[in-house]
T-cell receptor, first 114, second 112 residues
Framework: DTEVTQTPKHLVMGMTNKKSLKCEQH?????MYWYKQKAKKPPELMFV???????INESVPSRFSPECPNSSLLNLHLHALQPEDSALYLC?????????????FGSGTQLSVL | KQEVTQIPAALSVPEGENLVLNCSFT??????LQWFRQDPGKGLTSLLL?????REQTSGRLNASLDKSSGRSTLYIAASQPGDSATYLC???????????FGRGTSLIVHP
């Protein structure tokens, strides 16, 4: 199994809603990542978890709250988002979060904030 | 700070052509370089990963080369097909961080 699975594939939410994005991998990877991608732009790193601990937070607003319940799961909790947060949210994983590793991406969640 | 540039930004070719996509980077002290394919609104699919010690990697009709001294990588696609239409991104891990820096991608259209 070399897949990273993201749910839901599409999400529409209002600015007062609370929702969560989910990511799952069963490759035994110990590093998991959240990226945000706007149309026609490269992915931008948001968070990295390594061995279930938050290791990188790229100064992301607190309305985005990551969670890593175990080594296979990664969540992104969303609250009070703005329309400019509409984007494709991508999850990725790698073996340990070290140099030279291959990144595996999920198919993304297309988020629209109304 | 690593900067990654991809040229051209967009490319439209007839089916059957061999084509080359370019990726250049400013810091040659890299760990690896990874080429990805992305279809509209979808995730990234890894095509090829070249480690710092390697010169090229091949998978089917795809061949990626790496020249660290000149700060360049090329992705060669042989006998292009309409199904190859997508955006191709290169990502370079370097400079004490395993987090890759992405280029802006090359948008490829292969028309029948």
């Amino acid at each position: 199994d070399t897949e990273v699975t993201q749910t839901p594939k599409h999400l529409v939410m209002g600015m007062t809603n609370k929702k969560s994005l989910k990511c799952e991998q069963h490759m035994g990877h110990r590093a998991m990542y959240w990226y945000k991608q706007k149309a026609k732009k490269p992915p931008e790193l948001m968070f990295v978890y390594s061995y279930e601990k938050l290791s990188i937070n790229e100064s992301v607003p607190s309305r985005f709250s990551p969670e890593c319940p175990n080594s296979s799961l990664l969540n992104l909790h969303l609250h009070a988002l703005q329309p400019e947060d509409s984007a494709l949210y991508l999850c990725a994983s790698s073996q340990e979060g070290r140099e030279g590793e291959k990144l595996f991406f999920g198919s993304g969640t297309q988020l629209s904030v109304l | 700070k690593q900067e990654v540039t991809q040229i051209p930004a967009a490319l439209s070719v007839p089916e059957g052509e061999n084509l080359v996509l370019n990726c250049s980077f400013t810091d040659s002290a890299i760990y690896n370089l990874q080429w990805f394919r992305q279809d509209p609104g979808k995730g990234l699919t890894s095509l090829l990963l070249i480690q710092s010690s390697q010169r090229e990697q091949t998978s089917g009709r795809l061949n990626a080369s790496l020249d660290k001294s000149s700060g360049r990588s090329t992705l060669y696609i042989a006998a292009s097909q309409p199904g190859d239409s997508a955006t191709y991104l290169c990502a370079v891990a370097s400079g004490g961080s395993y987090i890759p820096t992405f280029g802006r991608g090359t948008s490829l259209i292969v028309h029948p």
